[in-house]
């Protein structure tokens, strides 16, 4: 870690020791406090999660403290919930993240080539995951879609793409990783950019094998790039909405009934706020513990990083 | 062959698939927004067709010709509202975020790292979350569909995502430069004004473009929170599904023009995206 | 200025006992020519309702502001508009909003309690949520009172099955406009549901158009069979209320089946009888056999561009969808739109509706001046403009149907349609029991419909599982 040693000018001796404790707090707060006015409607949001809360039958609104948890967790269709999601996020973030790294490693030498192409693959990024879903809808009808007929092509009639239980999740999957590729892309050729020269030019003088180069020093020191782009990306599936949303809306049957498309049926449709909120907090709870252990491994390889310097 | 041309027709072999994987759909997309409505819905598609600028000009000039006669078309006013949320959201953003992630990278501060945490960990409320209470008391706060309102929900995209990025970038940075600015008698201030933050140009600019982006794709806060005069393009586009059909080459239209205020903010900030994402970097 | 002659005449256009042809006409013979006929009418339709007693001016230099979502008939009301603003004084903004989205806005915008949305569209089912949440206004009040309601705006004229199916009393399970009903929302457009076929592609297989679901199943899939690309029949098959409401629950009717019944005063799922599970066997070999490949994503979008892209034969869905598809596509001029009584045994249609409707928020701070606006675009007036000059299809009310404009209209360039209606209207009404948990059980109906489609699980068993489900949510409500 960049150790920091607080250069007392002349100017701030004057002020006191006191200002300088302050200044960090006095810089981050105003960004926390901006947050933590969002933080309200957390609070109400579990309080709405403890109660029996239907807006269709207003007189039995009342508190039934785990109530919707328990409710949940006998029902089995929560549970699917679950497997699902995590399924879904495992898919996305696996793929991703391998494919990822494959384009960064193509892209890594600096020329034109590379650079123009590194800007063009932006363009999937810059579409909304809605609009971007409703593309891919379009170019899969199975009447005038464009890969429809390209897959027929090939041999293979009468793709379902998102109709069928056995292809639904292929497919969202595949909008995701168009989608969101790029994104993992450009921070792990970041990383790789970014990597110092000295042990890459000691292996190569030293003639060791590119996979082992790869796999044994590539790999660890991308680590940190890794796991941020994981983190993101892993925080985004687990709440995935717009694109599922969009393509099926959780179908068809209960293939693709993930958190936030089931906790929304409940709230907008369904007008169970009490339900909803009860689903959204689990999820928030699975999410914040993925985290914090994502986050304890970034922060212990940085540190081995640094102290490697 | 020699094994260096024959690993490099394999490299460009792949990055050709890659290419074509990310592009078509948006070439055949750039496609359909110049075809009518017939030819998309032809059976089986073809290459061939007489081009139109009839969708681009129906969104521009925001009159639409259907069967049913001629309706209005709201699209530039969503894009203009895209714009404008997603840049307010960033500006804010980095307002709020680059101070805070240069205390993070430049004091040790008890709570420090709880801080900096609990800022990240906004990211993992699920909208829905956020919005079960938020549509109902928004009202009561008085900040339901005004540009404020949203601009402030926004921060729960923006916030963390510049601040974990330019964090990591601050802390990249030798403070060796600023110390000896600072000794020169300079305040904290100007040494984070004219020495890090310049220094710190491409991780502020990556983190910045990325935040845009993000903004940008957002759907449902607009949605619930706000009336049809701030919805972004994300809404918007939806509205060429009626009930009397659907304008394919409308809608594809529409998602061309949505793309290009962002690719316009890529084309400018590119030279440090990839530069600006490097976190923490270690110096050999 | 006019005589009472003219005014008499006039009065009796708008009220649909005369055409315009006629009306020109009998003014001509009272010296009036036919330009200032035109005038007259123009200026006089502000009035008709204005005559009827309410002081409407009584909100002037006002505002309200609607709530609205993007459909022709918004697009037809918009038209007419101007109208209104001269006859109140009242200025009118509305907000669209896509309708992919629509429902969910307005359930956050009345779960939001704000009061920026005086009055807006919605469905009947909406309004089995929206009225139980006490968020929106019981209309009755408002109807029967001669102070905000003009004498002529002829309730009665509204279908009566259309006028009972907006209205009910909360209690799970009574039924739709009886004793008790409050009147939560007024027709304003609607759609019932039959088949409308391509006579281009029956007529080139050799096919007559089906007269029952045996025969619909039997001809679609031998549509489909035929190898040409297109298949036999488009129905929705998303997952949501959508695809259990149109053409399957107007079968389902018609085979005497319901959805629920009601026993010792609660609830009881009634779609895993003996008669129902057949049915379900038979409408998902039709989808299977000559149904869309796409099913499970198929909403009314995907059926109508079908139809209308030549890529299906036949629709068993709303009116309107087909009404729509005749014209400016591929197939425009081909369709033709016929009664449909899925049971064999029956001799009549029962088809479900969909009654685009009109509702006024609890809290509006502008409650009589809303409905004022919704008396204006329901009255008899506004419903016959709509139906004429735009395309506010089907009308509500009884006359407009009568109006010879619009019959010719139909006849012209929409073959069979006003046939279909007439054999229809009787029995048409919302067969759905009206419960507060619609939107669950509509959607979990449709998705295992979904799952016994893909033969995930067997018909028998999918049906069972759903009513134990059913009854399991029914019974932690307490109805």
Redesign the interface.
Same mark, same amino acid.
């Given at each position: 870690m960049a150790d920091v040693e607080i250069a007392m000018s002349a100017g701030a001796k004057r002020r006191g020791i006191s200002f300088q404790r302050a200044l960090p707090y006095l810089l981050s707060l105003p960004a926390l406090l901006v947050c933590i006015g969002i933080l309200i409607p957390f609070v109400t949001a579990i309080i709405y999660s403890l109660q029996r809360y239907?807006?269709?039958?207003?007189d039995?609104r009342a508190f039934i403290w785990f109530g919707n948890f328990v409710s949940l967790a006998k029902d089995p269709a929560f549970w699917h919930t679950v497997v699902v999601s995590l399924e879904y996020t495992a898919l996305t973030v696996g793929v991703e993240l391998l494919l990822g790294l494959g384009i960064a490693l193509l892209l890594e030498k600096r020329n034109w080539v590379n650079d123009a192409i590194s800007v063009l693959l932006i363009l999937p990024l810059m579409v909304a995951p809605a609009i971007a879903a409703l593309m891919w809808?379009l170019m899969t009808?199975?009447?005038?879609g464009v890969l429809s007929y390209l897959v027929s092509l090939a041999g293979v009639q009468?793709f379902?793409?998102?109709?069928?239980?056995d292809s639904a999740m292929f497919t969202v999957v595949l909008v995701d990783t168009w989608v969101y590729t790029p994104f993992i892309t450009i921070l792990l050729l970041a990383g790789l950019r970014a990597l110092p020269k000295q042990p890459f030019e000691a292996a190569e003088l030293d003639g060791v094998p590119r996979t082992f180069v790869f796999f044994r020093i590539t790999l660890p020191m991308l680590t940190p790039y890794i796991l941020t782009a994981s983190l993101f990306r892993m925080l985004d599936s687990m709440q995935q909405f717009d694109i599922i949303y969009s393509?099926?809306?959780?179908?068809?049957?209960?293939t693709l009934t993930v958190f936030q498309v089931q906790a929304y049926?409940e709230a907008?449709?369904?007008?169970?706020i009490g339900r909803s909120a009860a689903l959204v907090i689990v999820l928030w709870a699975i999410t914040y513990a993925l985290s914090t252990v994502f986050i304890k491994n970034w922060l212990k390889l940085r540190a081995r990083a640094h102290g490697a310097t | 062959m020699s094994k260096g041309l024959l690993r490099r027709v394999i490299r460009g072999g792949l990055l050709l698939v890659v290419v074509l994987f990310f592009l078509f759909p948006m070439f055949w997309v750039l496609l359909m927004s110049f075809q009518t409505n #017939?030819d998309i819905?032809r059976?089986p598609p073809s290459l061939t067709f007489t081009p139109t600028i009839s969708n681009y000009v129906a969104l521009i000039s925001g009159e639409i010709q259907?069967?049913?006669?001629t309706?209005p078309v709201?699209y530039m006013k969503n894009l203009w509202n895209s714009a404008f949320l997603s840049a307010c959201a960033v500006a804010m953003s980095l307002v709020l975020g680059v101070p805070a992630a240069y205390a993070f990278a430049r004091f040790k501060f008890r709570l420090g790292e709880d801080i900096a945490f609990t800022l990240l960990s906004f990211r993992f409320a699920p909208p829905i979350l956020v919005l079960l209470p938020l #549509?109902?008391?928004?009202?009561d706060i008085g900040l339901?569909?005004t540009y404020l309102g949203l601009v402030w929900v926004y921060q729960l995209i923006t916030l963390p995502l510049i601040l974990w990025i330019v964090r990591g970038y601050f802390e990249d940075i030798s403070p060796d430069i600023e110390h000896a600015y600072r000794l020169d008698g300079h305040s904290w201030f100007r040494s984070m004004w004219k020495i890090a933050i310049p220094l710190a140009r491409p991780g502020i600019a990556a983190a910045g473009l990325l935040a845009f982006i993000f903004a940008w794709n957002s759907f449902i806060f607009a949605?619930?929170l706000g009336?049809?005069?701030v919805?972004p393009v994300t809404?918007?586009s939806?509205?060429?599904?009626?009930?009397?059909?659907?304008q394919y080459g409308t809608i594809a239209a529409s998602l061309v023009l949505s793309v290009i205020p962002t690719l316009v903010l890529a084309l400018y900030t590119q030279r440090y995206l990839v530069e600006g994402l490097s976190l923490g970097a270690v110096k050999g | 200025m006019s005589s009472r002659k003219q005014k008499d005449l006039i009065e009796a256009y708008y009220q649909n006992k005369i055409g315009r042809r006629e009306l020109i006409q009998r003014m001509a013979k009272i010296g009036v020519g036919a330009a200032a006929t035109g005038f007259l009418l123009n200026a006089t339709a502000t009035r008709t309702l204005a005559a009827g007693g309410p002081d409407f001016k009584k909100f002037k230099g006002k505002s309200i502001k609607l709530l609205m979502n993007?459909?022709?008939y918004l697009?037809a009301l918009v038209k007419n508009l101007d109208n209104f603003k001269s006859m109140t004084g009242l200025n009118v903004t509305y907000?669209?909003?896509?309708?992919?989205?629509y429902?969910?806005?307005v359930?956050?915008a009345l779960?939001?309690?704000?009061s920026?949305y005086d009055a807006f569209m919605t469905g009947a089912y909406q309004t089995?949520?929206y009225g139980?949440?006490?968020?929106i206004v019981d209309l009755n009040q408002f109807i029967k009172d001669p102070k905000v309601t003009s004498a002529s705006y002829n309730w009665n004229d509204v279908t009566t099955g259309l006028r009972a199916s907006d209205a009910w009393d909360g209690k799970a399970g009574s039924e739709l406009g009886g004793p008790g009903a409050k009147q939560w929302a007024i027709p304003w457009g609607f759609e019932l549901n039959n088949i409308a076929y391509n006579k281009r592609i029956l007529g080139e297989l050799g096919i007559e158009p089906p007269k029952n679901l045996p025969d619909l199943i039997e001809k679609a899939a031998k549509v489909s069979a035929a190898g040409k690309?297109y298949y036999g029949v488009g129905v929705r098959g998303?997952?949501?209320w959508a695809t259990i409401h149109p053409g399957f629950l107007s079968a389902y009717a018609n085979y005497g089946q319901k959805d629920f019944v009601v026993k010792g005063g609660k609830l009881k799922p009634a779609m895993n009888t003996k008669e129902s599970k057949e049915f379900h066997k038979m409408w998902i070999d039709m989808i299977q056999r000559g149904g869309?490949?796409?099913?499970?994503?198929y909403t009314?979008?995907?059926v109508?561009?079908?139809l209308?892209?030549g890529?299906s034969a036949m629709i068993f869905d709303a009116d309107?969808?087909g009404y729509?598809?005749n014209?400016?596509?591929?197939e425009a001029g081909n369709l033709v739109y016929l009664p449909f009584a899925a049971n064999p045994s029956a001799d009549k249609p029962t088809p479900n509706v969909w009654i685009w409707s009109l509702a006024m928020s609890q809290f509006s701070k502008m409650k009589e001046a809303a409905w004022f606006f919704i008396q204006w675009a329901t009255g008899t007036e506004n419903c016959t403009f709509g139906a004429v000059n735009?395309?506010l299809v089907d009308p509500v009310r009884d006359s407009v149907w009568k109006v010879p404009e619009f019959q010719t209209r139909l006849e012209k360039s929409y073959p069979g349609y006003l046939n279909q209606f007439q054999k229809s209207i009787g029995q048409s009404k919302i067969y759905f029991t009206p419960q507060?948990?619609f939107?669950?059980f509509t959607?979990d109906w449709?998705?295992?419909l979904?799952?016994m489609?893909?033969k995930?699980i067997p018909v028998d068993e999918g049906l069972d599982k759903l009513a134990a489900g059913l009854e399991r949510k029914l019974r932690e409500?307490?109805i």
């Open positions: 239907n807006l269709a039958f207003p039995s809808k009808n199975p009447n005038f009468d379902k793409w998102g109709s069928s239980p393509m099926t809306q959780g179908g068809p049957g209960d049926l907008f449709s369904f007008s169970n | #017939q819905l059976t259907t069967s049913v006669g309706l709201y #549509q109902l008391y928004f009202q339901y569909d949605l619930v009336s049809s005069d919805q809404v918007g939806l509205a060429f599904m009626t009930a009397s059909g659907i | 993007k459909h022709p697009d907000d669209v909003f896509p309708e992919d989205v429902f969910d806005k359930t956050t779960a939001s309690k704000g920026q089995w949520k139980p949440a006490r968020q690309g998303s997952r949501s869309p490949k796409n099913w499970p994503t009314w979008y995907e109508g561009n079908d209308g892209a890529n309107i969808l729509f598809q014209s400016g596509t591929k735009a395309d507060q948990l939107p669950e959607t449709a998705a295992m979904q799952q489609y893909a995930q409500v307490g």
